[in-house]
């Protein structure tokens, strides 16, 4: 499930948060190491489309972060888990 679909899953579901994750590619699909993670609330009322862009925003603050935190050795690997070396840089 990807896209749209996931956001009008969640708000039919009646999940009260959802939101975005950046974890590790591997041979299946979403299943790599969380690098990061952060919800944001489904609040009453809410459209697909208004989730989509809350977890669009977080989206956009994640990324940057995994990057920063690989790009200055920050993370440790071993088997499925990351590990911030540092945790003053999340």
């Known amino acids: ?3 749209m679909n996931v956001h009008k899953a969640v708000i039919a579901s009646g999940a009260k948060t959802s939101g975005a994750t950046v974890h590790l590619v591997d041979e299946d699909y ?3 190491a969380i690098v ?3 919800s944001v609330p489904v609040l009453k009322g809410d459209s697909p ?3 989509a862009a809350r977890v669009l925003s977080v ?3 994640l990324y940057p972060r995994a990057i920063a935190l690989f790009a200055r050795n920050q993370v ?3 088997g499925r888990t990351v590990s911030v070396l ?3 840089m999340l």
């Open 36 to 38: 990061l993670q952060e």
């Open 86 to 88: 540092d945790r003053r």
């Open 49 to 51: 489309a208004d989730l």
């Open 59 to 61: 989206e956009h603050s």
């Open 76 to 78: 440790t690997i071993s």
């Open 1 to 3: 499930m990807y896209g």
């Open 30 to 32: 979403d299943t790599g």
